[in-house]
Every structure is written in C-alpha cells, then in structure tokens.
C-alpha cells in the first residue's frame, strides 16, 4: 500500500504543476491556454487511468504475499518437528507437555527414549549426519567436548538465570557462554547413623569429638582407599582449605593452564585427610567396602551421594538414619564436586530458535521442573522445586557450597593421576606433599600433550 500511495502521490503533483504553468503565462492566447487546459486535461486523465491500474496491481501483490505467508505457515506447521533425547527419569514428563506446545505452535514434538549411557556417544555421530536430536538430556561434564567439538550451541538463559541454583548453571559454562538448560544437581553428603551418633556435627573438630565419645571404628567411611583410588569422594578434602585442580571463574568457566594441586592450600586438605587415616576416623576402603559397612551397621558416616537414597531407604539394619552435609572445615564449608544434569541444544538443529523457546517456555517452568523431580528425587536445579524430604534437602545444601566438577576436556587427564596418589596417602604409602605433585605434574604433562 505504501508503494500505491507514493505513486498516486505524484501522479497529483504532477496535475497541480502543469495547471499552475498553465495559469502563469501572461503572453498565451485563449486558444493556446484552451489547448494548454486541454492537453493538461488528458495528461490527468492519463495519470489517474495509470494510478488506478498500479493501485489494482498493488492489491493483487499484496493479497499474493499474504496468500504465499499463509500457505508457508502453513506448510512449516506441516513439516517442522522437534525431536528431543530423553532418558527414563526425564522421557514422561517431556511427552506429557509435549502436546501443548505443539497445540501453541503447531509444531510436532518427538520425544525418544535413550538410555543416558548412550546419548552422548549417539549424538557425537547422529549430529554431524543430520540424523542426531534438536535437544537431548545431558550431564555437565560433556560440555567442554562437546562444545569443542561443534556438537552443541549456546542457550541464553539470562532471562530465567535467578531461577536456578547458581552451582548449576557455572556448571554448563564454558570459556563464558551457557550451554543447557539445567534440572538437577548432586554432590556428596554424609548419610548418619543416628544410634551411632545421634549428634549431627556442623564441623570436623566436632564430627571427630564425636566419633572418639562414641568409641566407633571405623567411624567415618569414604570411598577412595584400599584397592580403589576415587577422587571424585575425596575432593572435599582437596578442597578443603583452599586447594583446587583448575582455576576457577564463574564467568569463564575453567582454565586448564593453572594447576593448583601440588599448591600448599591442597596439600594442608590431603595431609588432613592423612591425618584422620592415622587416628582410625577414616578407615582406607575402597567403594563397596565403604558402603557395607555403613549398611551393616558398622560405621556412623558415610560420605556418597543421592544415588544411594533408594537403597538406604529399603534397607533395614540402619533403621535410625539422616542425611547432613559434609562438615565444615573450621569456617570454611565443605566444597565437594558438584555435578548437574540438564539439557543440551544440538549445534546441528534446523530448528535452533523452536527448540530455545521450548527450553525456555516449557521446560524451564516450575510444572514442569516438578514432575523431573518426582520422578527422580535427587536435588533439583530449579530453586522453586521443594526437596521432598529432609534427606534429599541435605542433598540440596550440599550442592550449594559445592563448585562444579570440571566441564572442560582435560579434566579426562586427572582421574587416574589424582585417585591413584591419593590411594597411595590413604594407604600410607606417600606423604601427601610427595603425592599432590606427583599428580599435579602428571596432569600438566597430560594437558600440554
């Protein structure tokens, strides 16, 4: 329309410019201005008969492009799909929003089961060959791969940003842009034996004072001695006065370039943890040996996470039992790993700003983020959802003063050098400085290679 009314526009200018020439002329005769009038006439005339077929071709346009913008609707409705990867704890409670979101938008939602040991090696080979997912479930620690390797783009969450658990989002972070929507956290905590010890201790001069009052042995079971080197149980220990693996930024994520272990604040943490190994509070077990003996009634704490609720709950030796946070090192709170679960926008999307906006208006609500936990009780990343019990609550205080485990690829370098020295302390075999940097020059080995 705006093109028809610029022409008929001119077409007037044009008429009042040939009829104020024609009155102007003081020397024309009256049969020149009659021919003058006359042939301004026709020219108006002209003007008007084209106006009017360029005002009628200009509808006809327009009503094709509105035609063509219906029928391209139309048609995106019919062939756009969103398909997303879903595990067991998560697939129901995206099949059952599914429908309202294609009821709002018309697109279709194809939500697959996949078993969460398997998505991340199919989506590293369905991605690139166009047969992978818009949006698939995920656990932190894959960002850095896959964030380098192309395989997943960045979501914008700063919209929504306060509504989760801060640990969860510096999680997805990598070298400074979010790459999920995250839904769950975990992290240790302490499962007690309230015969044992009925006190719970807020700090470690406490928890030991107890342990000794109680006479118990092995009082305080963690994973990461005998024949099974863990550091993932043993990290808040590492931490437990300062020391680090990575540097650190909430904005920046991780960087691989600095190494804190062998660093005097993760030395005092390890040579602490040594320590309780010589008193007898900390008995030098491996995994299933930590757990048998809590579970037999044998120890007053052990140091997991939330996976172990259902069996703890089922069981029946231990019928007096909660669940508190790793204590405090003097006034510094514990700081175990913490890992988050959440969901990954594929960087091979056709689709990208369909699947942000139903990360964002359907997921990311507290409905939805509801039925994730019902579904599976461990702690929510989204601060709205309650924990459902004091127990999984714990779980939530925990992961609050924990730091993300780190995200970035070289972290597949620090596993084996980090659980197999600090084994060999537990075990008594090395001092812990000899130890942390042992594993600390390994890793940078590892990382500069």
Request: glycine share 8%.
């Amino acid at each position: 329309m705006k093109l028809m009314q610029k022409r008929l526009a001119l077409a007037l200018l044009t008429v009042l410019a040939l009829l104020a020439a024609a009155c102007g002329s003081d020397t024309a005769t009256d049969e020149t201005a009659a021919d003058d009038a006359t042939t301004t006439t026709e020219a108006a005339a002209e003007e008007t008969t084209t106006t009017e077929a360029m005002e009628e071709e200009d509808d006809a346009m327009e009503e094709e492009d509105d035609s063509s913008m219906e029928e391209e609707d139309d048609a995106m409705a019919e062939t756009t799909s969103l398909t997303i990867w879903a595990d067991e704890n998560r697939v129901e409670s995206i099949q059952a929003i599914a429908p309202a979101f294609t009821e709002a938008t018309g697109v279709e939602v194809v939500v697959d089961l996949v078993p969460f040991g398997d998505i991340r090696e199919q989506v590293v080979t369905a991605g690139p060959a166009g047969e992978g997912p818009d949006i698939f479930a995920g656990a932190h620690d894959w960002t850095g791969e896959l964030a380098a390797n192309g395989v997943i783009a960045p979501i914008d969450v700063s919209s929504i940003s306060d509504s989760f658990l801060q640990v969860s989002l510096n999680g997805f972070n990598f070298e400074g842009d979010n790459y999920a929507v995250p839904n769950a956290v975990e992290s240790v905590a302490m499962y007690q034996n309230l015969d044992l010890v009925s006190e719970t201790p807020s700090t470690w001069d406490e928890m030991i004072a107890a342990c000794e009052a109680a006479a118990v042995e092995n009082c305080v079971v963690v994973p990461g001695g005998g024949d099974g080197g863990d550091a993932y149980h043993n990290y808040p220990f590492v931490s437990a006065f300062g020391g680090y693996i990575f540097e650190f930024d909430e904005s920046t994520g991780f960087d691989a370039s600095v190494v804190g272990l062998d660093n005097a604040e993760t030395v005092q943490g390890v040579q602490f943890l040594a320590d309780q190994t010589t008193a007898g509070i900390i008995p030098s077990t491996n995994y299933d040996g930590a757990k048998n003996l809590w579970l037999e009634g044998n120890a007053a704490f052990w140091v997991t996470g939330p996976w172990e609720l259902g069996g703890v709950r089922e069981q029946t030796t231990v019928a007096n039992w909660s669940v508190v946070p790793v204590p405090a090192f003097g006034d510094t709170p514990a700081q175990p790993f913490v890992g988050a679960q959440g969901f990954f926008l594929s960087a091979f999307s056709e689709n990208a700003l369909i699947a942000q906006s139903f990360l964002q208006d359907f997921i990311a609500t507290d409905e939805t983020m509801t039925a994730f936990h019902a579904a599976d009780p461990r702690p929510s990343a989204w601060k709205a959802v309650e924990a459902e019990g004091d127990d999984v609550a714990a779980f939530v205080e925990a992961a609050a003063t924990g730091i993300p485990m780190p995200n970035i690829p070289q972290m597949g370098s620090v596993w084996g050098p980090l659980g197999d020295n600090v084994l060999l302390v537990r075990n008594g075999e090395i001092e812990p400085e000899a130890a942390m940097t042992a594993a600390a020059e390994a890793i940078r080995a590892a990382v500069a290679g």
